[in-house]
């Protein structure tokens, strides 16, 4: 009779040791394929200057908790930029622009004075938003983002050139067009190698393209970032820019129209930081932005509410208080706080101009 012979313990061993690596190899093969390095639209990537850049990430913990932080605090108003992008068929590498220029923060306010996500100074302003002594358009995600894509893309039209284009975004295209009639190449990367723009303006390009690679490459280069492919499932509503509006002809106060609506004031004025005294504009057209579904309570509100009388102004001078202020006016501290959105510990500046109701 034959006799019956069994594997022994060290093949299988062997044998299992190989199911094991046969797994493992396959499950490898699949996340090298699923890791494969995307490509950005603008050209540049592999340039040494924006090497440089990515790196300062890649070799700095800090500043890759900064960019985690940033594209995780601004995913509210990114992705609405990431859609307009997209439905206006501009690169994507727009969407990081923000990052470079405010960390995405809406109440950013730059030493020169720009202001916003998209950082607008006073005298880029027009024609692509308001400013006047109630209102602030640049402190509007929605509306700067509106403004800020159509002055790139007026710049890319005037250029052909997304690298040009966002440099002019950054020194104006006064400073850009001085620099190319010096320069025998029409070219973003000539001009930042021999010095013909502004250092500030010759990194402000390569900085945005290596923000972005590592963005939508972050599993390539194992960092711990938002998913870009993940988190555009979750576009809605706000993110989406999907709002109710209601339109007024008088000063309104935000915070009590919220109140009326019993709803926190802190999500109507999240979505009107415009209103840069906290109230509507007293004499022309406004258009407050409300939460989805929430007009017919915003217009049951508003009949509810007294329109704030046309403020007059008064400039601080040495030894004013708030409350001394208050006094002089026959008003109250509160009143005088709502009305030019400040606190009441705020150190009041001389020749700050505050706001009187004429009530």
Not at 78 to 85: A, E, Q
Not at 140 to 162: H, Q, V
């Amino acid at each position: 009779m034959r006799k019956r012979t069994f594997p022994s313990l060290l093949q299988f061993g062997c044998f299992f040791l190989l199911f094991l690596c046969s797994d493992v190899f396959a499950e490898g093969l699949k996340k090298t394929v699923q890791l494969q390095k995307k490509s950005i639209s603008i050209d540049g990537e592999e340039r040494a200057e924006v090497q440089r850049f990515r790196e300062l990430y890649l070799n700095s913990p800090k500043n890759q908790q900064l960019l985690h932080d940033s594209l995780e605090n601004s995913i509210n108003y990114r992705l609405y930029v990431r859609k307009c992008i997209s439905e206006q068929k501009l690169p994507p590498e727009l969407e990081y622009l923000p990052i470079v220029e405010s960390n995405y923060k809406v109440y950013a306010k730059s030493r020169t004075g720009a202001i916003g996500l998209w950082q607008f100074m006073e005298n880029s302003v027009s024609p692509f938003l308001v400013l006047n002594d109630y209102i602030d358009e640049r402190y509007d995600p929605w509306k700067s983002t509106d403004a800020a894509l159509k002055k790139l893309t007026e710049n890319y039209n005037y250029y052909n050139d997304w690298a040009l284009a966002i440099g002019a975004y950054n020194c104006g295209i006064g400073a850009m067009n001085k620099a190319l009639n010096k320069s025998p190449v029409k070219d973003f990367w000539y001009l930042a190698e021999n010095q013909l723009i502004p250092k500030q303006t010759a990194d402000y390009v390569p900085k945005l393209l290596a923000i972005a690679d590592l963005a939508i490459n972050a599993g390539y280069y194992n960092l711990d970032l938002p998913s870009h492919a993940e988190e555009y499932k979750v576009l809605y509503n706000e993110r989406n820019g999907l709002f109710d509006y209601i339109t007024v002809n008088q000063a309104y106060s935000i915070e009590q129209l919220a109140q009326s609506m019993r709803i926190e004031p802190t999500i109507l004025k999240d979505l009107n930081p415009s209103f840069k005294l906290g109230y509507t504009h007293p004499s022309h057209e406004s258009v407050i932005r409300l939460p989805l579904g929430t007009s017919p309570s915003a217009k049951k509100a508003l009949e509810k509410l007294t329109p704030i009388e046309i403020p007059s102004k008064y400039k601080v001078v040495a030894g004013d208080s708030l409350w001394s202020i208050a006094k002089k006016h026959n008003t109250t501290v509160k009143i005088l706080c709502e009305l030019n959105n400040i606190n009441e510990n705020d150190i009041l500046r001389i020749g700050k101009i505050l706001y009187i109701p004429s009530k």
